[in-house]
């Protein structure tokens, strides 16, 4: 691995931390100081983590920021060639068959985020580029489990398996709810120790449902509405944003290539559990009705009724998501979108 490039990937990595730190929670902000910890450490996500030593990296970290806060971003040169940091296509041309990939793109609060991991796999699925990706070598910390950036989709299992352990430790025995029946259906055992069997059991249903999250990026690609990167650096506050990202992603969710009708029609019910599981927030404020639907499909096998709620759903989101973008082309500025835009996220 190139030295200079992975330290000017985690230069950049650390302007970002720096400049939206304060955006998380501090109980948020604790729990990706850890995963990146265990990131850069090569540690297992599950591995437990000595106070102190964590304690002293936080400190070192954060004592850079002020330096870094007004830092550009630097750009990437491999060979001879000088790369934008989110030129993705051609950096990724770049690293070849050298087993890398690299990723970069926006996330919540419209941070920078960059990564550069190990390729697992990469292919071509309706004019998009899909890359899984396994040990991640640099990172910030923003990550997400399904990435979509211009033509190219990434899958990071490294995330998503951290994601999958955190749920692991909300099981209740004493309820059944669809995170239970989400594990169970994956062959999981309530309790079940930590080792090899977990191991490989976590990897594998991973792997298998980063297919699920393939399904919602191809789908946010199919639905892409131009205006909306603007439309959301516009929106001026932190439960619009929350509120705007929600209608996207409940318009892919819910889309004739979306994982729910993946799901539907493989009648699989771990994905459809850890789907439900999954859904935080405004997703699953804005759409109540599949819970319903999926008790129906727990309770008796009635996948129509699932289906139906589908399709009412996507018409629903698919309407507010036009709303939205037309609020957005007919205000005549930033002040006026912002007022428009948060009278409509609270009618």
């Known amino acids: 691995m190139d030295t200079i490039l992975k330290n000017d990937i985690k230069f950049n990595c650390d302007v970002s931390d720096a400049r939206y730190w304060g955006y998380f929670s501090v109980c948020g902000l604790l729990m990706r100081y850890r995963d990146l910890f265990r990131s850069e450490k090569g540690l297992k996500p599950w591995a437990v983590v000595d106070r102190e030593e964590i304690g002293r990296w936080i400190g070192n970290k954060e004592s850079r920021w002020p330096d870094l806060e007004e830092a550009d971003l630097r750009d990437l040169t491999i060979g001879d060639t000088v790369y934008q940091p989110f030129d993705v296509s051609g950096i990724n041309r770049a690293l070849g068959d050298q087993g890398f990939v690299y990723g970069a793109g926006y996330g919540m609060y419209?941070?920078?985020?960059?990564?550069?991991?190990?390729?697992?796999?990469?292919?071509e699925i309706s004019g998009l580029t899909v890359y899984t990706t396994g040990t991640e070598y640099v990172r910030d910390l923003f990550t997400s489990p399904g990435m979509l950036q211009q033509r190219s989709i990434f899958l990071r299992?490294?995330?998503?398996?951290?994601?999958?352990?955190?749920?692991?430790?909300?099981?209740?025995?004493k309820r059944v709810t669809s995170l239970e029946d989400a594990f169970a259906q994956y062959g999981f055992r309530y309790r079940q120790l930590i080792n090899?069997?977990?191991?490989k059991k976590l990897e594998s249903m991973a792997e298998r449902y980063a297919e699920v999250l393939l399904c919602h990026e191809i789908a946010e690609a199919r639905e892409e509405v131009p205006e909306w990167k603007d439309l959301l650096t516009l929106s001026g506050d932190?439960?619009?944003?929350?509120?705007?990202?929600?209608?996207?992603?409940?318009?892919?969710?819910?889309?004739?290539?979306?994982?729910y009708k993946k799901i539907i029609d493989a009648r699989d019910r771990g994905a459809l559990s850890l789907t439900v599981a999954l859904m935080e927030g405004y997703r699953r404020v804005l759409y109540p009705g599949i819970r319903d639907a999926y008790d129906k499909v727990i309770l008796s096998g009635d996948w129509d009724?699932?289906?139906?709620?589908?399709?009412?759903?996507?018409?629903?989101?698919?309407?507010?998501?036009?709303?939205?973008?037309?609020?957005?082309?007919e205000s005549s500025g930033k002040e006026d979108f912002t007022r428009k835009i948060k009278a409509f996220c609270t009618s």
């Open 305 to 329: 009724a699932l289906e139906r709620t589908r399709t009412d759903g996507y018409e629903q989101f698919r309407s507010q998501r036009d709303s939205i973008a037309a609020l957005y082309r």
């Open 110 to 123: 419209m941070k920078p985020t960059f990564f550069l991991a190990e390729l697992r796999s990469i292919k």
């Open 157 to 173: 299992l490294e995330p998503l398996v951290m994601l999958l352990l955190y749920k692991f430790s909300e099981l209740n025995a």
């Open 196 to 199: 090899a069997d977990f191991e």
């Open 238 to 259: 932190r439960k619009v944003e929350h509120y705007l990202r929600a209608v996207k992603d409940l318009v892919a969710d819910t889309s004739d290539h979306g994982p």
